[in-house]
T-cell receptor, first 113, second 110 residues
């Protein structure tokens, strides 16, 4: 299957700072990428859909000014959590749309202190 | 409203004890139904895509089937390494977005 990487895998930041998470499709081009958030023992919650070269589409209830998404190329999308607060602590997962299915990255554990 | 429901929420099996996981869906047209496996602290790993009722796919001890209302993931003679959360998702026509179920946490005991 296709491979998606995320960096960093874990990050701890202080409240009020911003943190950037990178998502790369390593062996395929992903015109569309998705960003999810997952709470413990819960399923994935879609945050936004990003298309290369255009603005991301955010799901209802997701603050676009807080979660900045940039899809600069067919292999790279970034999620920046701005002015992070402890309630932003979560597991963030990206995926790239392949020919038929989505391929997921390994996830990034964000802890805001 | 498009919806996906998985059952059971959690399942404990003895090694070798076969069982099935259920994914029921209501969607305005089905573009595809997808099964993933997720290990703790990791991203989902793709297993199967099913497109139409009657379709079946197999991979090692796993077999996925699809009807017009639900999909089953059959696990034959499971091993402890099959322990994971199994996620089901559907896509509606005209979108690549997934609608995920809540998952089934499977624990296989040696």
């Amino acid at each position: 299957g296709a491979v998606v990487s995320q960096h960093p895998s874990r990050v701890i930041c202080k409240s009020g700072t911003s943190v950037k998470i990178e998502c790369r499709s390593l062996d395929f081009q992903a015109t569309t990428m998705f960003w999810y958030r997952q709470f413990p023992k819960q399923s994935l919650m879609l945050m936004a859909t990003s298309n290369e070269g255009s603005k991301a589409t955010y799901e209802q209830g997701v603050e676009k000014d807080k979660f900045l998404i940039n899809h600069a190329s067919l292999t790279l999308s970034t999620l920046t959590v701005t002015s992070a607060h402890p309630e932003d602590s979560s597991f963030y997962i990206c995926s790239g749309q392949g020919a038929d299915e989505q391929y997921f990255g390994p996830g990034t554990r964000l802890t805001v202190t | 409203e498009d919806q996906v429901t998985q059952s059971p929420e959690a399942l404990r099996l003895q090694e070798g004890e076969s069982s099935s996981l259920n994914c029921s869906y209501t969607v305005s047209g089905l573009r595809g139904l997808f099964w993933y496996r997720q290990d703790p602290g990791k991203g989902p790993e793709f297993l199967f895509t099913l497109y139409s009722a009657g379709e079946e796919k197999e991979k090692e001890r796993l077999k996925a089937t699809l009807t017009k209302k639900e999909s089953f993931l059959h696990i034959t003679a499971p091993k402890p390494e099959d322990s994971a959360t199994y996620l089901c998702a559907v896509q509606a026509p005209g979108t690549y977005k997934y609608i995920f179920g809540t998952g089934t946490r499977l624990k296989v005991l040696a």
